[in-house]
């Protein structure tokens, strides 16, 4: 089944998407003729059962995994056709990124981790909008901090601080609330959803919590690499 909602052109558009991974007798096809467009911003949820194919598709329209067939056009440019360097640097322009496991650097300060994307962009004043971002997030008095002497929920507030620190178009994010308790999930989620409405940014989440894909405006539900349907979220 291909979802095609939205009117213009949308932020993101899947198109015949295949992926298989794996060689020989051990490979599995994971995505299996995907479609799905997502207006400009946008808050999807990614739904389904585990290996139903969620993070996999997050990772091919953040342009982390490369798909087998299909196109896959994010913010006008045609993923496929661009080579690795090219790819880093569109998603350093274009994408945030939110892992559940966190993936910020352990040498790092809180401060350095959020800078890194800046300084890579080539922006001067890095620090001075990293500072800001920890700041917005609650980690104002955490700057100097490792990653190591932050609790879970802190270190995903760097994280969610990283990922917005460039100004993103789309902002990615599975499962953020996986490896935290219930009431910090909240917190990350609260957050997440203030810097999606504030910013207008695109929002693609995978979750398993079925309140939390509620919140977004449209769930795409996966099953065996299959969209098998889409709910629009009822206006209140």
Do not use: W
């Not at 091919?60 to 896959?72: K, P």
């Not at 981790?113 to 001067?124: C, F, R, T, W």
């Not at 994280?159 to 499962?175: G, K, Q, S, T």
Request: aromatic fraction near 2%; include cysteine.
């Amino acid at each position: 089944m291909n979802d095609s909602s939205g009117a213009g052109r949308p932020a993101i558009a899947l198109t015949g998407i295949n992926l298989s991974l794996g060689h020989g007798a051990a490979r599995v096809h994971i995505l299996k003729d995907v479609g799905l467009h997502i207006r400009s911003g946008e808050a999807i949820g990614l739904v389904g059962p585990s290996g139903s194919g969620k993070t996999t598709l997050l990772m091919v329209l953040a342009g982390l995994e490369r798909s087998d067939t299909g196109s896959i056009v994010v913010a006008g440019e045609d993923l496929t056709h661009l080579n690795e360097d090219a790819l880093a640097r569109f998603r350093g322009r274009n994408i945030g990124i939110v892992f559940q496991s966190f993936h910020l650097i352990p040498t790092m300060t809180a401060l350095e981790n959020v800078a890194v994307p800046l300084e890579l962009a080539g922006d001067a004043t890095a620090f001075d909008r990293a500072r800001e971002e920890l700041a917005a997030v609650g980690l104002g008095e955490r700057l100097n901090h490792y990653p190591a002497q932050l609790s879970g929920g802190e270190q995903q507030r760097v994280a969610l601080a990283r990922a917005l620190a460039p100004n993103p178009a789309i902002l990615v994010a599975d499962e953020p609330t996986g490896n935290l308790d219930e009431t910090t999930g909240k917190q990350i989620i609260e957050l997440l959803f203030k810097g999606h409405v504030e910013r207008g940014t695109t929002l693609i989440l995978v979750t398993h919590d079925n309140a939390l894909a509620q919140k977004c405006d449209r769930i795409v539900r996966l099953r065996s690499g299959r969209i098998e349907g889409v709910t629009t979220r009822a206006s209140t």
